[in-house]
């Protein structure tokens, strides 16, 4: 699809001002009448060299924030251990909390892994790419783990998300 110069600088414009992919996916539908799928519009900013001036970090800490609300997601998983899992961080995990990274994501996850809180009790983590946050229950499914624990969850989730280059 060819977009006018006009329609170009709108776009540069709405990705200088913060708007989301999906913001501008939607204002190109409704102002200019132009369908793209949420693909094409990142294509599009690509090719317009506007995504380097902004910072995409927000869909990861919205995944983040979600860790403490503890909404653990329903799937289906047939093995929650993980393969060649790597563990970030271990021995100075924050509160004895360890993160470790799959080395083969779970399938539709942008990362995935196992956390093992300080009382020694795990759960399956997989982060999707709409960064959303998912823990996925083990063997007790009615585990919930201390606020602290889920503090120092996220923040080895964080260390482990920057050290894969998220």
């Not at 996850?109 to 009382?119: K, N």
């Amino acid at each position: 699809m060819q977009l006018t110069e006009e329609q170009l600088e709108a776009v540069k414009d709405w990705v200088r001002a913060g708007e989301s992919l999906a913001t501008i996916q939607n204002r190109l539908r409704e102002t200019m009448n132009v369908a793209m799928t949420y693909m094409e519009v990142r294509f599009l900013l690509d090719d317009l060299d506007v995504v380097s001036e902004v910072v995409e970090t927000p869909e990861v800490e919205e995944g983040l924030e979600e860790a403490a609300e503890l909404e653990v997601a329903e799937a289906a998983v047939t093995d929650s251990a993980p393969i060649d899992a790597m563990p970030v961080n271990s021995e100075d995990a924050k509160g004895g909390v360890r993160v470790e990274v799959d080395a083969i994501k779970r399938p539709g996850a942008l990362l995935s892994g196992t956390v093992i809180f300080s009382d020694g009790k795990s759960m399956s983590w997989q982060l999707d790419a709409s960064g959303q946050l998912g823990l996925l229950p083990s063997d007790d499914p009615d585990y919930r783990p201390s606020p602290e624990d889920v503090e120092a969850f996220q923040s080895e989730l964080s260390k482990a998300v920057q050290s894969q280059g998220y």
